[in-house]
């Protein structure tokens, strides 16, 4: 049951190649949008900071 | 003089003086035309059959190719003359400046493209009853590639990047010309009725020209702050 | 209205709301995808001619079309940047452009992978495909032109005049690929189209399609936060952050 769904009916690395790659290219995005943001923000907060102190 | 077309034939003698004045400029456009033409057959083979079925793509995908190729000189000497500027300034429509510009680029680098377009065609044994369809083809599409490469060598004018910032720009936007280019001259080779694409590279050109020149203009002016 | 339209275009006011929405959206997208996965790869019933690998359009359909809608958005957004002068408008087309490219790559690994066992070869000239092939220039194009210019002023324009342009151009560029390709299909190839669809194959293309949408509008206002803080980082309002 499970090895045949698995399977994908002869198409498994079509398939699951496909849905795999859509996943890896979704989350690098997302992952790498976050991690942008949160290098800016941390340098906009030490910027105020050091703005704060002059 | 006056009224809304002023200027543009003021910019259009300067400009074909200019370019008159470097014939050595002026022929690259062609001969590069004409050499990717004679590149193909010496890459495939000469055989009839086979350049005969090909000649519409190799034909309008060399022009293309071509109508890149000058189009650096477009605006960059006048930019670096502080020419350009004077244009902005002259208080002249700057759409119609610009397109004055780009109507002497389209005669100096593409026009001459149209008339040794069936020499190159009979070279690759394209049939006589298509000669008419590629000149027509080209007489029409062209001015839309020019219109569309002056707004890439607008957009890249100053950046210092060179020519192939300007290809990535400009050629996916060609597309659809070289598409009804080369099959109006496919049609007529097969001897069928090719009016239907090269209406569409009229409406194209219509479309091309009265929306083309105000986003030269305003690309011109962002290049220029 | 008019107020509260640059009230929204505001940097402060959309960094705040952006922030609110975000995780709704995130969570949205995410229970979206994972119940249209589902729905496509377990519960659809295998296509009649192309059997399982059909499900590859749970992935490849949405991806195309999210594609395509990010260009419009972005050229919509740049057209406004360019007509009213509103920087946060710059900000999110700059921040739509990487995401809109993604989902291109993905509609055409996507769209490669179907083809092999359909047509017994990675690439054919589809026309989905191939129009998917000159968007994907596009926005390379865009990015390339935004990545030239230094000043993010100058950038802004260059790259929305482009934006414009471009989307101008689109609907010509899909036209004549569609036209060019069913002139030259022959009888050679399936078209990459979407198999006679019944109920149960299509809500899970809807549900995957609407996550695929809120994938992107989580992505996209991250990344428009990001233009903002980088924009705006000589701002006072960013002390209250």
């Not at chain 2, 050595?24 to 086979?50: D, K, Q, R, Y």
């Not at chain 2, 000189?73 to 670096?80: H, K, M, R, V, W």
């Amino acid at each position: 049951m499970l090895s045949d769904f698995l399977h994908m009916g002869g198409y498994a690395g079509y398939v699951w190649g496909s849905f795999g790659l859509t996943a890896a290219v979704l989350l690098i995005n997302l992952v790498g949008a976050k991690r942008q943001f949160k290098q800016r923000l941390a340098f906009v907060r030490r910027r105020m900071a050091a703005e704060d102190k002059t | 003089m006056s009224g809304p077309l002023s200027g543009f034939g003021v910019v259009l003698a300067r400009d074909l003086r200019l370019a008159f004045r470097r014939p050595g400029e002026m022929a690259n456009p062609l001969l590069f035309f004409i050499l990717i033409t004679a590149i193909f057959p010496l890459g495939l083979s000469p055989e009839p059959e086979l350049l005969r079925a090909v000649a519409p793509g190799i034909l309008w995908g060399a022009a293309l190719l071509s109508s890149l190729l000058a189009l650096d000189l477009l605006f960059g000497s006048d930019y670096e003359d502080g020419s350009l500027e004077q244009l902005v300034l002259s208080g002249h429509s700057l759409p119609v400046l610009v397109l004055a510009k780009t109507t002497a680029h389209w005669v100096v680098s593409a026009l001459p493209l149209v008339v040794v377009a069936p020499l190159l065609a009979s070279a690759l044994y394209l049939p006589q009853e298509a000669w008419g369809t590629l000149m027509l083809g080209l007489l029409i599409g062209t001015p839309t590639l020019s219109l569309l490469g002056a707004m890439g060598a607008a957009l890249t004018t100053g950046l210092g990047t060179g020519s192939a910032l300007l290809s990535l720009l400009v050629l996916p936007l060609a597309t659809p010309i070289l598409i009804f280019g080369a099959r109006g001259v496919d049609l007529a080779a097969q001897g069928m009725d090719p009016v239907g694409p090269l209406y569409l590279l009229a409406a194209i050109l219509f479309l091309a020209l009265s929306l083309l020149p105000l986003a030269i203009a305003a690309a011109v002016r962002i290049s220029l702050d | 209205m008019w107020k509260s339209f640059h009230q929204f275009a505001s940097p402060p006011h959309f960094y705040r709301l952006a922030g609110y929405l975000i995780p709704w959206f995130g969570v949205a997208a995410l229970i979206l995808i994972l119940v249209g996965t589902y729905g496509g790869l377990v519960l659809a019933p295998a296509d009649y001619q192309q059997g399982d690998g059909f499900r590859i359009i749970y992935v490849h359909v949405p991806s195309a079309t999210m594609s395509l809608a990010a260009y419009t958005l972005m050229a919509t957004a740049a057209g406004i940047g360019l007509i009213w002068r509103i920087k946060l408008a710059h900000a999110v087309a700059a921040a739509a452009a990487p995401i809109g490219a993604s989902f291109t790559f993905l509609a055409l690994a996507t769209g490669s992978l179907w083809g092999k066992p359909m047509w017994g070869t990675w690439w054919a000239w589809d026309a989905r495909l191939t129009s998917e092939l000159i968007l994907l220039f596009l926005f390379l194009g865009y990015m390339s032109l935004r990545a030239a210019n230094d000043d993010t002023g100058k950038a802004d324009r260059a790259s929305g005049l482009l934006a414009v342009v471009g989307v101008v151009n689109v609907p010509i560029i899909h036209y004549s690929v569609e036209w060019w390709n069913s002139l030259h299909q022959g009888a050679t190839i399936i078209k990459l189209g979407e198999p006679a669809i019944t109920g149960d194959m299509l809500w899970p293309l809807l549900t995957m399609m609407v996550g695929f949408g809120c994938y992107f509008a989580t992505v996209l206002m991250i990344r428009a936060r990001s233009q903002v803080l980088q924009r705006e980082r000589n701002s006072r309002w960013l002390k209250d952050l």
